[in-house]
């Protein structure tokens, strides 16, 4: 009898734990899908709703209920509810007890809260499923009370290191103690783990050892694959931009070394940014977190008043600018959100509201506002970071950091050619100086020559005397002119020289005369062509910079030559439309009106930026990403030429360049091919007219005119007769002689 009374106890007490283990886990999946189907606007018993009579809940009223009373009280922790009466009913379906220990409760309760407190120091709203897309509301705050209790606690009391060691301490005391999991148990599984990992490849490789031949189950060997025939790869054409979307760039094992390099029989030492570049100060920005969702908090109320009503789903704090992801609610069209940039800068006391509608790949409109307190980007940061010193490319541009605070790093060789503009004052030079001394850091003479134009004799000078130079800093805009003529027949030397060669770009080349067995083979280097100022060269001869200027962009790229342009008017007379349409990637400081910024992207936005170094990168055949470009105080601008000036001059033998004599003779029509021709045709026709030179020879009336004065200079022809007509004084017979007429 006592047998039986016993077993009848046990059968009791085992359909009592199936009964309670099935009404847990209901109650643990009605309180799941009703958090995650919560509705801020959900009627219920507490919260009457006249303008909506059904909740949204998937539970009903009673899940609208609970989960508004659960999410005030316990904020985002309030998931963890769920999970532990699950844990509870898996209890009782595994013959464990109905019972649990009251560590275990203490470990829960633990977790409820110092989760609501890590919450509601680190999250913004509380993250739901609305038509099937994660949403997060932000009418709730994400700790709720109790988090938001001893988050306030624990600020008035401990610094932020003190509060985080604090807070996760007490989060893993209290899985512990809920969970049945130990440290001890999962060290000891752990390195068994390993152990038979490394005792499976130490079998493998003896059998490898003892047969000659791979073990079973060991990979096999592959044949290597032939080599092609040309060894240096072609640059990518895609855009890598540090750890961003666009790719990341390619990069080597080790950081490039500063160390010594030798070529022609002469060493060459690159620049250690840590030793020449100061010590950036760095401010520290307080309660970032908790301005940006104030902001964000006045943005969807700013955006209510003007009757757009959304959400912000995100939040991306960057160095100089916040992007707030707005998602407006179904039915807003993006285009009326876009008309209230100035409204919204109104309302948010901004300086400017930039509107990105939409952002690719998502539905949302990024709202992009200027920070409370601005970030200082400095060049020695950027210059340290791994996407710099990690990246193999030998033309590696620093632009600044994106809005999420990645390092933007470009290779000069995959853009191939850069267009820049900004106004006065928006930090165009100090970006431009910035961008030479990041490829200085990354190029030897022997690798990289500059040719520098600077019509205003400001920016460029200080480069003067370092060995990358070709030649000193060009100031004189006629000069230039004939310099850039004399890069286009540079050019074309490099094709030949390739094309003897047969190769198919200057790598090739540079690998192919290495391998050549010359004492000393013709390393060709790269050749970056910087005009600071493009409106002072088309104000002096514009057809024949404009030329020059296309050639190259269309052309040059395979022969190791690049084009960097700036300008600070870019209108349409400097940025033509034969230059625009062969410089894909763009860079765009402020500009004063949306003119300039579409004559210069293409698109309106440049007019709403910031200054002092923030601007919109074009890429080619990207999309355009907002950059907030470094800083480089002078001194370290000049201790970077210092450094590369005490390695002496240029190691690299140029051709001569024109001098400004030349030029202006040039310019003027003395000893050009075009004035030789223009005096041989009023010679043989006896007539000294400029509209003849205008037809025959096809130029303008001004140079068809200029030339016709150095004639008289010359004494070829005679001064303007009273009817206008000009006798010819020399003139050339059948025979060629010169006869005087």
Same mark, same amino acid.
């Given at each position: 009898?006592?047998?039986?009374?016993?077993?009848?106890?046990?059968?009791?007490?085992?359909?009592?734990?199936?009964?309670?283990?099935?009404?847990?886990?209901?109650?643990?999946?009605?309180?799941?899908?009703?958090?995650?189907?919560?509705? !801020?606007?959900?009627?219920?018993?507490?919260?009457?709703?006249?303008?909506?009579?059904?909740?949204?809940?998937?539970?009903?009223?009673?899940?609208?209920?609970?989960?508004?009373?659960?999410?005030?009280?316990?904020?985002?922790?309030?998931?963890?509810?769920?999970?532990?009466? +699950?844990?509870?009913?898996?209890?009782?379906?595994?013959?464990?007890?109905?019972?649990?220990?009251?560590?275990?409760?203490?470990?829960?309760?633990?977790?409820?809260?110092?989760?609501?407190?890590?919450?509601?120091?680190?999250?913004?709203?509380?993250?739901?499923?609305?038509?099937?897309?994660?949403?997060?509301?932000?009418?709730?705050?994400?700790?709720?009370?109790?988090?938001?209790?001893?988050? %306030?606690?624990?600020?008035?009391?401990?610094?932020?290191?003190?509060?985080?060691?604090?807070?996760?301490?007490?989060?893993?005391?209290?899985?512990?103690?809920?969970? !049945?999991?130990?440290?001890?148990?999962?060290?000891?599984?752990?390195?068994?783990?390993?152990?038979?990992?490394?005792?499976? /490849?130490?079998?493998?490789?003896?059998?490898? =050892? +003892?047969?000659?031949?791979?073990?079973?189950?060991?990979? $096999?060997?592959?044949?290597?694959?032939?080599?092609?025939?040309?060894?240096? !790869?072609?640059?990518?054409?895609? /855009?890598?931009?540090?750890?961003?979307?666009?790719?990341?760039?390619?990069?080597? %094992?080790?950081?490039?070394?500063?160390?010594?390099?030798? &070529?022609?029989?002469?060493?060459?030492?690159?620049?250690?940014?840590?030793?020449?570049?100061?010590?950036?100060?760095?401010?520290?920005?307080?309660?970032?977190?908790?301005?940006?969702?104030?902001?964000?908090?006045?943005?969807?109320?700013?955006?209510?008043?003007? &009757?757009?009503?959304?959400?912000?789903?995100?939040?991306?704090?960057?160095?100089?600018?916040?992007?707030? $992801?707005?998602?407006?609610?179904?039915?807003?069209?993006?285009?009326?959100?876009?008309?209230?940039?100035?409204?919204?800068?109104?309302? #948010?006391?901004?300086?400017?509201?930039?509107?990105?509608?939409?952002? !690719?790949?998502? +539905?949302?409109?990024?709202?992009?506002?200027?920070?409370?307190?601005?970030?200082?980007?400095?060049?020695?940061?950027?210059?340290?970071?791994?996407?710099?010193?990690?990246?193999?490319?030998?033309?590696?541009?620093?632009?600044?950091?994106?809005?999420? &605070?990645?390092?933007?790093?470009?290779?000069?060789?995959?853009?191939?050619?850069?267009?820049?503009?900004?106004?006065?004052?928006?930090?165009?030079?100090?970006?431009?100086?910035?961008?030479?001394?990041?490829?200085?850091? +990354?190029?030897?003479?022997?690798?990289?020559?500059? /040719?520098?134009?600077?019509?205003?004799?400001?920016?460029?000078?200080?480069?003067?005397? =370092?060995?990358?130079? @070709?030649?000193?800093?060009?100031?004189?805009?006629?000069?230039?002119?004939?310099?850039? @003529?004399?890069?286009?027949?540079?050019?074309?030397?490099?094709?030949?020289? #390739?094309?003897?060669?047969?190769?198919?770009? =200057?790598?090739?080349?540079?690998?192919?005369?290495?391998?050549?067995?010359?004492?000393?083979?013709?390393?060709?280097?790269?050749?970056?062509?910087?005009?600071?100022?493009?409106?002072?060269?088309?104000?002096?001869?514009?057809?024949?910079?404009?030329?020059?200027?296309?050639?190259?962009?269309?052309?040059?790229?395979?022969?190791?030559?690049?084009?960097?342009?700036?300008?600070?008017?870019?209108?349409?007379?400097?940025?033509?439309?034969?230059?625009?349409?062969?410089?894909?990637?763009?860079?765009?400081?402020?500009?004063?009106?949306?003119?300039?910024?579409?004559?210069?992207?293409?698109?309106?936005?440049?007019?709403?930026?910031?200054?002092?170094? %923030?601007?919109?990168?074009?890429?080619?055949?990207?999309?355009?990403?907002?950059?907030?470009?470094?800083?480089?105080?002078?001194?370290?601008?000049?201790?970077?030429?210092?450094?590369?000036?005490?390695?002496?001059?240029?190691?690299?033998?140029?051709?001569?360049?024109?001098?400004?004599?030349?030029?202006?003779?040039?310019?003027?029509?003395?000893?050009?091919?075009?004035?030789?021709?223009?005096?041989?045709?009023?010679?043989?026709?006896?007539?000294?007219?400029?509209?003849?030179?205008?037809?025959?020879?096809?130029?303008?009336?001004?140079?068809?005119?200029?030339?016709?004065?150095?004639?008289?200079?010359?004494? =070829?022809?005679?001064?303007? @007769?009273?009817?206008?007509?000009?006798?010819?004084?020399?003139?050339?017979?059948?025979?060629? %002689?010169?006869?005087?007429?």
């Amino acid at each position: 009898m006592p047998k039986v009374s016993q077993q009848l106890a046990s059968d009791a007490t085992g359909q009592f734990r199936e009964i309670l283990g099935i009404a847990l886990a209901t109650v643990s999946l009605l309180l799941l899908f009703g958090l995650l189907s919560y509705m !801020p606007d959900d009627p219920h018993v507490f919260h009457p709703n006249p303008e909506k009579e059904i909740p949204g809940n998937w539970i009903g009223t009673f899940g609208a209920l609970l989960s508004d009373g659960l999410f005030r009280l316990l904020g985002t922790a309030a998931y963890i509810v769920p999970f532990g009466l +699950a844990m509870w009913a898996w209890r009782c379906f595994a013959a464990q007890g109905t019972r649990v220990a009251i560590l275990a409760v203490v470990g829960w309760i633990g977790m409820v809260t110092f989760g609501g407190t890590l919450f509601s120091i680190g999250l913004r709203g509380i993250p739901t499923i609305q038509g099937g897309v994660i949403h997060i509301v932000m009418e709730v705050d994400a700790g709720g009370m109790v988090g938001n209790f001893i988050a %306030d606690f624990l600020n008035a009391y401990f610094a932020s290191f003190g509060r985080s060691i604090i807070v996760i301490s007490g989060l893993l005391l209290s899985v512990l103690a809920a969970l !049945p999991i130990s440290l001890g148990s999962i060290s000891r599984n752990t390195t068994a783990g390993l152990q038979w990992i490394a005792r499976t /490849l130490t079998r493998r490789e003896e059998a490898i =050892i +003892a047969d000659g031949k791979p073990a079973t189950g060991a990979l $096999e060997p592959m044949e290597p694959a032939p080599l092609a025939s040309m060894p240096v !790869p072609i640059p990518s054409p895609e /855009l890598s931009m540090g750890a961003m979307s666009l790719g990341a760039p390619p990069v080597s %094992d080790e950081r490039l070394p500063f160390a010594v390099y030798q &070529g022609n029989g002469k060493e060459f030492s690159l620049p250690d940014p840590n030793a020449l570049l100061t010590v950036p100060r760095v401010r520290p920005i307080h309660n970032r977190d908790e301005q940006s969702g104030e902001r964000s908090r006045l943005l969807v109320q700013a955006f209510k008043n003007f &009757g757009v009503v959304g959400t912000v789903t995100a939040i991306h704090p960057g160095p100089v600018v916040t992007m707030y $992801e707005f998602e407006p609610a179904p039915g807003i069209k993006v285009s009326r959100i876009v008309s209230l940039s100035n409204d919204l800068a109104l309302a #948010m006391k901004a300086e400017t509201v930039r509107i990105v509608a939409p952002i !690719p790949g998502k +539905a949302v409109v990024g709202i992009e506002i200027p920070s409370v307190v601005r970030e200082d980007v400095h060049l020695k940061d950027l210059l340290m970071c791994d996407t710099y010193q990690k990246a193999s490319w030998k033309l590696k541009v620093v632009l600044g950091k994106d809005i999420f &605070g990645m390092p933007v790093v470009v290779d000069l060789q995959a853009m191939p050619h850069l267009l820049m503009a900004g106004a006065t004052g928006a930090g165009k030079s100090v970006g431009l100086n910035t961008m030479i001394t990041s490829l200085l850091f +990354a190029a030897t003479p022997y690798e990289l020559q500059f /040719l520098m134009v600077d019509p205003k004799m400001l920016e460029l000078q200080g480069y003067n005397g =370092i060995p990358h130079l @070709l030649r000193p800093v060009i100031t004189n805009a006629k000069v230039a002119a004939k310099e850039l @003529l004399w890069a286009v027949r540079e050019m074309e030397r490099r094709y030949q020289l #390739m094309a003897d060669a047969g190769a198919r770009n =200057i790598n090739h080349y540079n690998y192919v005369i290495s391998n050549s067995g010359e004492e000393i083979p013709e390393i060709l280097p790269y050749i970056v062509i910087i005009v600071d100022e493009l409106a002072d060269l088309m104000m002096v001869s514009s057809r024949e910079v404009e030329e020059s200027i296309t050639r190259l962009a269309q052309m040059a790229r395979a022969s190791g030559m690049h084009l960097i342009l700036a300008t600070q008017r870019p209108s349409v007379d400097v940025l033509t439309g034969l230059i625009k349409a062969n410089f894909p990637s763009r860079l765009a400081y402020k500009v004063s009106s949306k003119t300039d910024s579409r004559t210069i992207l293409d698109a309106n936005g440049a007019e709403m930026l910031l200054g002092r170094g %923030d601007m919109l990168f074009l890429p080619a055949g990207g999309r355009m990403i907002r950059v907030h470009g470094p800083y480089a105080s002078e001194e370290d601008l000049q201790n970077v030429v210092d450094f590369l000036r005490d390695q002496g001059p240029s190691p690299i033998v140029q051709t001569s360049f024109p001098t400004e004599n030349q030029a202006q003779d040039a310019e003027s029509g003395s000893g050009d091919e075009l004035y030789e021709r223009a005096k041989c045709l009023v010679m043989e026709t006896g007539q000294a007219s400029a509209s003849l030179i205008q037809r025959r020879l096809r130029v303008g009336y001004p140079r068809a005119a200029r030339l016709v004065e150095i004639m008289q200079e010359e004494g =070829i022809v005679s001064p303007p @007769l009273r009817d206008g007509r000009r006798e010819v004084v020399l003139r050339r017979s059948a025979d060629s %002689d010169l006869q005087v007429g």
